[in-house]
Structures are given as structure tokens and as C-alpha cells.
């Protein structure tokens, strides 16, 4: 069983830097690969990146590419979501999640899901 509790979230204006961080309980982190979400009010939640357990390879949504990197330190426990040149349209709540089976693109495919942290980005 895996718990996860992110934090990190904020308001920002257009064009700056957050990094959200998620951290995990449980023994096994290390082999989960690690996920993050955003659901922004009146839409589906969406997938934004995710991240095998080793690090050794990633995943984005063509919409953050190349702004939004996410890493993880195991030995810590800790996933992040280090997000930059932040525009109004990432306004949303951030979910971290535990990926269990599937696409990693998928939202059924996670089965661990974080409270999630408000990011508001202004104009």
C-alpha cells in the first residue's frame, strides 16, 4: 500500500516556476512508476507526466513538453514536478498517482492517488 501527499502548489503569474513535490509511504516506491495529473474545473482529469521507477525514462503530454520536467529522488520517497514558463491554462489541481497497470497516459491505469495541490496561474 502506497500513500501519497503532494505539495508544492500555488499562485504564480504567466510565465514563472513551481516545482510540486509528492511524497510517497510504503516500501516498494522505488518499483512503482510514478505519475501526475491536473483537473482543472469543469474538465477531465488529464494526464501530464509520469515516470518509471528507475528514472530512466519519462513521459509528457504534448501540452507541457518541454516546460514541465518530473523527476524522483527514492531514496527519499519523493516525486517532482518541477514546472516552468507556466501559463494561465495550467491552472488546476495537480495530482500525484501510483501506477499500477496499462498505458501510463491512462487515469484507470493508476490505482494510488495523492489529494492533489492547487496551482493557479494568472494572467
Known amino acids: 500500500q502506497v500513500q501519497l501527499v503532494e505539495s508544492g502548489g500555488g499562485l504564480m503569474q504567466a510565465g514563472g516556476s513551481l516545482r510540486l513535490s509528492c511524497a510517497a509511504s510504503?516500501?516498494?516506491?522505488?518499483?512503482?512508476?510514478m505519475g501526475w495529473f491536473r483537473q482543472a474545473p469543469g474538465k477531465e482529469r488529464e494526464f501530464v507526466a509520469a515516470?518509471?521507477?528507475?528514472?530512466?525514462?519519462?513521459y509528457y503530454a504534448d501540452s507541457v513538453q518541454g516546460r514541465f520536467t518530473i523527476s524522483r529522488d527514492n531514496d527519499k520517497n519523493t516525486v517532482y514536478l518541477q514546472m516552468n514558463s507556466l501559463k494561465p491554462e495550467d491552472t488546476a489541481v495537480y495530482f500525484c498517482?501510483?501506477?499500477?497497470?496499462?498505458?501510463?497516459?491512462?487515469?484507470?491505469?493508476?490505482?494510488?492517488w495523492g489529494q492533489g495541490t492547487q496551482v493557479t496561474v494568472s494572467s
Open positions: 515516470l518509471t521507477g528507475s528514472g530512466r525514462t519519462t
Open positions: 510504503g516500501r516498494t516506491f522505488s518499483t512503482y512508476t
Open positions: 498517482a501510483g501506477h499500477f497497470s496499462g498505458s501510463v497516459y491512462l487515469r484507470k491505469s493508476y490505482d494510488h
